[in-house]
């Protein structure tokens, strides 16, 4: 194998680990408050345009911010919150988007478009690089002299 498919084999194996850690979420906060907060970073504020219930300091915020202390302390997984809270105020309320079904696309669209790019840009410069260059026949310079010839004549 030569080294030039070694090296692309290893950027895929790059790419594809890189992926593979930043869709998984397997990180546990330290605290309670700490994963309330990284909650809380995650709901959109229900009256304020475009603030996380951790930056809002609206009523609607606050409340929301008791009830996932509440659930924690009950021992609700995060996954469980942010169902509740959902089904309560609607999917709109979640900042982000659910890893599977139709809005998994989110996730999955970016990557493809990235590595579909990455493998258009490596073919054009491989066509490129293989062009054959090309060099004028006889007639060709033939033909090119005559026309030539033809212009000065009509000046």
Known sequence: ????????????AVVAV????GVSDSREAATPAARAHRLAES???????GQSVADSDASASRFIRQQIDQRIAAGASDDQIRQELADSYGDDILLTPKRSGVAGLVWVLPVAVLVAALGGIALAFRRWRS???VEASEADRALVERALDDLRATR
């Open 131 to 133: 062009r054959a260059v």
């Open 1 to 12: 194998m030569s080294r030039r498919r070694l090296g692309w084999i290893a950027m895929a």
């Open 18 to 21: 890189a992926f593979l850690v």
């Open 43 to 49: 709901i959109q504020c229900p009256t304020c345009s």
